[in-house]
């Protein structure tokens, strides 16, 4: 005897096929599971079991892919990827069955498939959902497991940009693209120069930074920052990913001072402290700020001490693409129309000098990253 939707309840396992797992992050705490590249096919099957001795109906088993969106300013979260396969048809079920899968990404239409990123303003995550469609007189039983997915796409070298980073650079840019960072306005100068204009997460960036100091002013502390403005919709917030000390006590000096040169005096033109905040900004993203030297009066202005003749230092460091705190993913900037909904998540390397005055001086470049290979596990420790 039947007894309707009592004794028709599916046991339901899903069992995917990986060669890594990676910690995803949520609402609710972590979990290891199954990792992909955005180019790969996810495969594996799913066991239905009904209850022993029984026959139970059902009118075909369902697997969807499902990508989504969480904002948790206002706690709210978008669908916005749907790829749908049916492994098995209308029938009855009287023992253990299992069903096998396979979703192509690279076949999938109509949607961008991004990477997983659990971020500070969103997460963006994925999940495999198994539906047994059943009769209206029960329940549709389903389940779902959790997975995630990474964009392996190795970075461009030196200067070259690819069409990846080109499509950013065409969607605006809040600091320059180059792998020059110089300031100006310190009262002697400083730049610094690495090797590449792109970056793959983990790769060593190698920095040259060339620095004149002013013999009454000397630098207190040079730092490079890795940071990230992640957006979503209209909310936006800066990140600090790592910050490293340059160690300038180790300068060699590249270029003793002329002799003969005479000392300058130095005129600077600073942002004023009252000034607003789109002017100070635009002070420190500029990417090459004015700055006068001239010989003038008294009457003219008040002057600092001369800066004699001074030699030029240089120190050489590595600086890993890693983070120290909060998320570090690929770069993203999309607007995904079908979840309603913008998403930026953009990085940017910050030089910044602090003289024994407690003055501080700094200029930004965005930098553009990706990921050479998947970030994972081998295997489920």
Request: charge should be negative; hydrophobic fraction near 35%; charged fraction near 25%.
């Amino acid at each position: 005897m039947n007894l309707g939707w009592w004794d028709d309840i599916f046991e339901l396992e899903i069992s995917l096929d990986s060669e890594h797992f990676t910690n995803r992050g949520g609402l609710l705490g972590s979990a290891k599971c199954p990792l992909y590249d955005t180019k790969s096919t996810i495969t594996g099957k799913v066991i239905v079991t009904p209850p022993p001795n029984t026959a139970v109906w059902q009118y075909g088993v369902d697997v969807e892919l499902q990508g989504s969106v969480s904002q948790f300013t206002d706690f709210e979260t978008s669908e916005y990827l749907k790829v749908k396969t049916k492994v098995s048809d209308e029938g009855y079920i009287s023992a253990k069955t299992e069903f096998a899968f396979e979703i192509d990404l690279t076949k999938v239409k109509n949607f961008l498939i991004l990477e997983t990123y659990d971020g500070e303003l969103f997460h963006y995550s994925y999940e495999l959902i198994v539906t047994i469609v059943r009769p209206w007189y029960t329940f549709n039983v389903q389940k779902a497991a959790m997975l995630a997915i990474q964009n392996v796409h190795e970075a461009p070298r030196g200067d070259k940009l690819d069409d990846v980073a080109q499509s950013l650079i065409e969607k605006g840019s809040e600091a320059p693209i180059s792998h020059v960072i110089k300031i100006n306005d310190y009262s002697g100068t400083c730049f610094l120069t690495y090797d590449h204009l792109c970056y793959n997460i983990g790769d060593v960036l190698i920095g040259n930074l060339t620095f004149k100091e002013d013999p009454q002013i000397h630098i207190a502390e040079v730092k490079l920052v890795l940071y990230k403005i992640e957006k979503a919709d209209v909310e936006e917030s800066e990140y600090n990913v790592k910050e490293q000390i340059i160690d300038i006590s180790k300068a060699t000096v590249v270029k003793e001072p002329e002799k003969g040169e005479e000392p300058t005096e130095t005129v600077q033109e600073q942002v004023p402290n009252d000034a607003g905040e789109e002017q100070k900004a635009a002070e420190r993203v500029a990417d090459e700020p004015e700055v006068k030297t001239a010989k003038v009066s008294p009457d003219e202005v008040e002057l600092k001490p001369p800066i004699g003749p001074v030699a030029e230092k240089l120190v050489t460091f590595e600086f890993k693409m890693e983070p120290v705190s909060h998320t570090l993913g690929v770069t993203l900037h999309e607007d995904l129309k079908e979840a309603d909904v913008f998403l930026s998540v953009r990085y940017y390397l910050r030089l910044v000098i602090k003289d024994i005055q407690g003055n501080t001086y700094w200029n930004t470049n965005e930098v553009i990253l990706y990921r050479k290979a998947l970030k994972g596990t081998s295997q489920v420790v």
